[in-house]
C-alpha cells in the first residue's frame, strides 16, 4: 500500500517569536561585487545536503551563509525543510519523498546567483563577558600556552584584548561560535573528547573560540570560565546570544569569579502547569532512565537546539498506532530497566520495542500488544532481556507542556517532557484527551515487531567528508565489525574497533551534525550521533547511517557488535518509503487514520 501523495500535506516550520530566524530581505546584509559564488555539495544521509560557500572563517562568507539560508528558509517553506548555517556552510535537512536531492541542489543554484558579491557582515550588539582563566577554570591553559610558545598570562592577556563576532550558534542551545581568535592562539582539539565539560567554560579548538552554556561532552581546550547564564529556557529571550553579535572578553581572578556567579539571580523553574487532561499515573519505580518523548523538536537546530525525540522511531510509531494515537504523540521511552506504574483511572496503552516481560497486576503482557487497564492496577517492566529501549504509549498521549514546538525531553538542556528530566519516583503524569471508548486487545503479528539482534548492520552514504580519510581508512570502515563501548547514550554511541585513518587529521571547520552522522575523533574509532546529537561539531565525518537504520542503533547495547554497509541514496530512499508503507498497512489493519509524515529527522 503507497502512502498519498505527501505534498498534498505540505507546512511550513514554524518559530517562536523570541527566537525567530530573519525573514529574506529584513536586517540582511547588502551584497556589493558582481562576483557569484561558488558552492560544493556534499551529501549528509538520505535527507540531508550540504552547501559549502568556503573553506575557512571569514565574515563575509559567513554572511553569505545567513543570507542564503534566509531565503532558502522561504523559497522552500511548503517542502517542509530545516535549514542550519554554520561558518562557511549551511546544511538543508528534507524529506526526500517532498523534493528530490537533484530538485533541492537545483533550487540553491537558482539561489546563489543572488549571492554576488561580497555581504556585509551583520551588526548586532556588543557584549561583556567576564572570565577567569587558568586553574580549575582553564585546566588546558597551561597546554595552549606551551603549545603557542607563550606564558599562560600571556595567552590570556591575548585572549581578551580582541572583539570578536558570533558566527553561529551550535553544538548546545546558545553556545557561540566566535570569529577573530588571534591566529597565535590557534590549538588542535584533544584526540578525545571529554564527557563532561562544566557550563560557562571557554575553549579553544584549532581557529575558533566559545563558551560552553549547559553542561556537556566536547573537545575544546579549556582556558577559562565565565559566571554568566548563556542559556536560560525560563528567560522571554533563552539565548545570551545572537548571531552577528559582538563580544569582548574581561579578565576576571577567582574571588571575583565566585563572588560575580553568587550575585547573577538564580531564576526559579515555572510550576508545571495546570494539565487539560487527566491525572492518571503516578511512579511507583522510575527504571534505569525513562523520559517523555515525541518525534522531536524540529526546526530549532540553527539555534543550537537537539532535536531529542524517541531514539527507535519505529517501535515509537507502532506503539502510539496501537494505542489509538496519531504516530507522533508523545509517549514514554524506557532504557534497559523499565518503570513501574500505578493507573489511577482506567486507560488503554500500548508496548513496543525492547521486551523488558511487562506484566499488569503481575501477569505477563505481550510485548508489542495494546490493551486496556483497569483503574487501580499497576503496570511493571523489567529489565530488556534483548534491546535497549522500549515505548509505553497511552491512548491520548501523555499531556506535558510544548517547548519549542515538541513535548520531547532534552536532559542535557533540561527542557521539555516531565519538567525537563527522567521520571522518578512519586512523579504524576497526565493524560490528553482522546476518542471516546477503548479498542480490545490488539497485537502486532511478530514479523512486524521490531526484533533486536546483538550483531547490527547499519546501511550508510558516504559523506559529507568522506575525502578526509585514507582509502585504507574507508576499507577499515567497512571491512570490520565495531563493539558498541560503555560510552552509549542518547547523545551518540561510541564505539571500539580498529582505528580508521584520516589523510591530514581529525580536525574541520565546525559545521552542522545530526542524528546518523559518524564522527571519526583523533584517536580513530566511530561515534554514531543520535537523537539528543549537539548540532555542531569540528570532528571529520565519514559517513551517515540513514534513517530506517538508526532506530536497530538504539537497540544495541554494551558489547554488541556494529558492521556498517554501503548503500545508495536510491536504496536509502527506498528503504524509507518501506518504512512509510509499513506504518500505513498497519494503521489500516488496525483501523485507524493513516499517518501523517513525519518530521525531518535527519
Not at 377 to 401: K, M, Q, S, W
Not at 481 to 492: L, P, T
Not at 546 to 553: F, K, M, Q
Amino acid at each position: 500500500m503507497r502512502m498519498s501523495s505527501p505534498h498534498r500535506r505540505a507546512a511550513a516550520l514554524r518559530s517562536p517569536a523570541a527566537v525567530r530566524a530573519p525573514a529574506a530581505g529584513a536586517d540582511l546584509p547588502r551584497l556589493a561585487k558582481e562576483e557569484e559564488p561558488r558552492a560544493c555539495f556534499r551529501a549528509v544521509g538520505e535527507r540531508g545536503l550540504s552547501v559549502e560557500l568556503g573553506t575557512s572563517i571569514d565574515e563575509e562568507v559567513n554572511a553569505r551563509v545567513h543570507l542564503l539560508a534566509a531565503l532558502l528558509r522561504r523559497d522552500l517553506a511548503s517542502k517542509r525543510v530545516e535549514v542550519v548555517p554554520t561558518y562557511r556552510s549551511l546544511l538543508i535537512l528534507f524529506d526526500p519523498l517532498r523534493i528530490g536531492r537533484t530538485a533541492l541542489e537545483g533550487v540553491v543554484l537558482r539561489r546563489l546567483g543572488a549571492l554576488r558579491g561580497s555581504a556585509a557582515p551583520r551588526r548586532g550588539r556588543t557584549v561583556r563577558v567576564p572570565v577567569c582563566y587558568g586553574g580549575e577554570f582553564g585546566p588546558d591553559l597551561e597546554y595552549v600556552a606551551q603549545h603557542a610558545g607563550l606564558a599562560p598570562q600571556e595567552v590570556a592577556r591575548l585572549h581578551a584584548s580582541v572583539t570578536y563576532r558570533v558566527h553561529m550558534l551550535g553544538f548546545t542551545p546558545g553556545f557561540p561560535y566566535l570569529g577573530g581568535l588571534p591566529q597565535a592562539l590557534a590549538t588542535p582539539r584533544l584526540a578525545e573528547p571529554r564527557p563532561h565539560i562544566p557550563a560557562g567554560s571557554v575553549g579553544i579548538a584549532g581557529g575558533q573560540t566559545g563558551i560552553y552554556p549547559v553542561e556537556s561532552p566536547g573537545g575544546w581546550r579549556l582556558i577559562g570560565r565565565t559566571p554568566l547564564r548563556l542559556f536560560d529556557p525560563q528567560a522571554p529571550r533563552p539565548f545570551l546570544f545572537s548571531a552577528g553579535d559582538r563580544l569582548r572578553f574581561e579578565p576576571l581572578d577567582p574571588e571575583g569569579f565566585h563572588r560575580r556567579k553568587a550575585s547573577l539571580r538564580v531564576r526559579q523553574p515555572r510550576p508545571p502547569r495546570r494539565s487539560s487532561g487527566r491525572t492518571l499515573l503516578s511512579v511507583l519505580r522510575p527504571g534505569l532512565l525513562s523520559t517523555v518523548q515525541d518525534q522531536g523538536r524540529c526546526g530549532y537546530r540553527a539555534f543550537g537546539m537537539p532535536v531529542a525525540g524517541a531514539m527507535d522511531q519505529l517501535s515509537f510509531a507502532l506503539a502510539n498506532l496501537l494505542a489509538g494515537n496519531p504516530p507522533g504523540a508523545a509517549a514514554l521511552e524506557m532504557t534497559l530497566l523499565g518503570a513501574a506504574l500505578h493507573f489511577e483511572g482506567p486507560a488503554y496503552v500500548a508496548v513496543c520495542g525492547a521486551d523488558m516481560a511487562p506484566t499488569l497486576d503481575g501477569k505477563p503482557v505481550q510485548n508489542g500488544t495494546g490493551f486496556p487497564v483497569p483503574a487501580g492496577t499497576d503496570l511493571a517492566f523489567g529489565a530488556a532481556a534483548n534491546g535497549c529501549r522500549t515505548y509505553l504509549a497511552i491512548r491520548g498521549g501523555f499531556d506535558v507542556p510544548l517547548v519549542l514546538g515538541s513535548r520531547s525531553t532534552d536532559l542535557r538542556a533540561a527542557v521539555g517532557g516531565f519538567q525537563g528530566r527522567a521520571l522518578k519516583k512519586g512523579d504524576a503524569l497526565a493524560v490528553g484527551p482522546s476518542r471516546p471508548g477503548f479498542p480490545p486487545p490488539r497485537t502486532l503479528p511478530r514479523e512486524i515487531v521490531p526484533t533486536p539482534d546483538r550483531e547490527v548492520a547499519l546501511r550508510v552514504l558516504l559523506g559529507p567528508q568522506d575525502d578526509l580519510f585514507l582509502d585504507e581508512g574507508l576499507h577499515t570502515f567497512f571491512g570490520n565489525a565495531y563493539e558498541v563501548s560503555n560510552r552509549n547514550d542518547r547523545m551518540g554511541y561510541q564505539l571500539e574497533g580498529p582505528p580508521i585513518l584520516h589523510r591530514a587529521g581529525a580536525d574541520i571547520v565546525s559545521d552542522a551534525l545530526c542524528p546518523g552522522a559518524i564522527q571519526v575523533p583523533g584517536r580513530g574509532t566511530p561515534i554514531v550521533m543520535t537523537a539528543d546529537c549537539q548540532t555542531t561539531g569540528g570532528y571529520a565525518k565519514i559517513a551517515t547511517v540513514i534513517g530506517p537504520d538508526l532506530g536497530r542503533l538504539a537497540q544495541a547495547r554494551r558489547s554488541d557488535r556494529v558492521r556498517f554497509l554501503r548503500c545508495s541514496q536510491e536504496e536509502a530512499v527506498a528503504a524509507l518509503c518501506d518504512e512509510r508503507d509499513l506504518l500505513a498497512r498497519v494503521a489500516a489493519a488496525l483501523g485507524e487514520p493513516e499517518p501523517g509524515h513525519r518530521p525531518t529527522r535527519g
